[in-house]
């Protein structure tokens, strides 16, 4: 109980800080729209893959959140997210930058809203893993409803890139590789690789927003 206490208390303490940020600058899709050359080689192509830290399908960012995309893309330029090319672009943005690409993607390919299909129950020894880890406390409903606009949507994501990503949380020290994240290193460096690539598996199996819109120079 008191490790769980502690964790919903980092949780809200994030949460306030991403509100208050988020506040601060306003994203422009519009403008947005003029801003991602350097996105759409890798994230408007369906099925792209990346090479490193090992091959793996390039995430789905249309229809994610915005105020995710912004916090990704910060990391990066922080450094707290390891990765060469993610940050070098990242390096090249100012924070409105950040905040129209990401207001650009968050509305990118909508659709409005999709008839819901019935949720994947997960089998037995995924179903402990998930309670073991609380997913569901920050990914919301269907891991499609983060809780915190600074938490990303995660169904339907690749399950590829959900299992390299949950293994860079467990490596924050690397000089190329990792993600320093309290909450998510605490919870990813609980579970073994073959249980981190069981969830992945089974969270990448769900309906959600989504999706790579194919850009009309690579169709």
Do not use: W
């Not at 330029?77 to 090249?92: L, N, Q, V, Y």
């Not at 990401?102 to 893993?129: F, I, M, N, T």
């Amino acid at each position: 109980m008191k490790k769980t206490l502690t964790t919903l208390f980092g949780l809200s303490v994030a949460c306030a800080t991403s509100l208050l940020h988020a506040e601060e600058i306003k994203g422009d899709a519009k403008a947005g729209a003029g801003k991602i050359a350097m996105c759409i080689g890798c994230h408007g192509i369906p099925g792209y893959q990346a090479s490193f830290p090992q091959v793996h399908k390039v995430p789905m960012i249309s229809g994610q959140g915005a105020r995710y995309i912004a916090s990704a893309l910060e990391a990066y330029k922080k450094g707290e997210r390891k990765h060469p090319t993610m940050r070098g672009i990242a390096d090249t943005l100012t924070e409105q930058d950040i905040a129209d690409v990401a207001a650009y993607y968050s509305e990118h390919g909508k659709q409005g809203e999709l008839p819901a299909k019935p949720a994947r129950e997960p089998d037995a020894q995924v179903a402990q893993l998930l309670q073991k880890g609380a997913c569901v406390s920050c990914h919301g409903e269907n891991f499609a409803k983060p809780i915190d606009p600074s938490y990303p949507k995660i169904a339907g994501q690749y399950a590829d890139y959900l299992f390299v990503a949950l293994k860079q949380y467990k490596n924050d020290q690397g000089a190329y590789v990792g993600r320093s994240n309290a909450i998510m290193g605490g919870i990813a460096k609980q579970f073994t690789n073959a249980e981190l690539k069981a969830l992945a598996g089974y969270v990448s199996s769900l309906q959600g927003d989504l999706q790579v819109v194919p850009e009309s120079r690579f169709r």
